[in-house]
């Protein structure tokens, strides 16, 4: 019985340890994905940036008029001049095996068509796994008190 114990205890522990291990590596592939877009966006890339991006993907702004759509954030790209400054770590969600959460908050100083801005946000994207590929599916900042 005691060893079935501590066969079962090992057992669990390796389990618990790759589990963990699985989590870490999803996370660091996640911040890679948001990076790699938020290195698009500052190149004006758009092929780049719409390849990181679901089809279906929604970005809701400060600065945009209205809810955008990829094709949308795409074509205003060259309105795009903004730089964003993290102000904290972000901390990511899994949701489920294919769907995340990733949070911060940040500072955007710069400007989109013509109008400064110079705001404290807290930016949440939802990201998903399609094909095997974490895509953006959601962008929304909320400025914040400053």
């Known amino acids: 019985m005691a060893k079935c114990l501590a066969v079962l205890s090992t057992l ?11 989590e870490v590596a999803t996370i660091e592939e996640i ?42 954030v795409v074509r205003t790209l060259s309105d795009y001049d903004i730089k964003q400054t993290d102000l904290s770590e972000s901390e990511v969600v899994l949701l489920g ?23 404290k946000v807290f930016i949440t994207s939802i990201l998903v796994k399609q094909d095997g590929k974490w895509l953006e599916k959601l962008y929304q900042v909320t400025a914040l008190a400053p």
């Open 12 to 22: 669990t522990f390796l389990l618990l340890t790759a589990c963990v291990q699985d």
């Open 97 to 119: 095996p294919d769907h995340a959460m990733r949070t911060l908050t940040a500072r955007l100083e710069g400007s989109f068509k013509d109008e400064t801005i110079s705001d």
């Open 31 to 72: 911040d890679n994905v948001v990076g790699k877009l938020d290195e698009a966006f500052e190149a004006r890339d758009a092929a780049s940036a719409k390849a990181l991006m679901t089809s279906d993907h929604l970005a809701v702004t400060p600065y945009y008029d209205t809810p955008q759509s990829s094709d949308e």
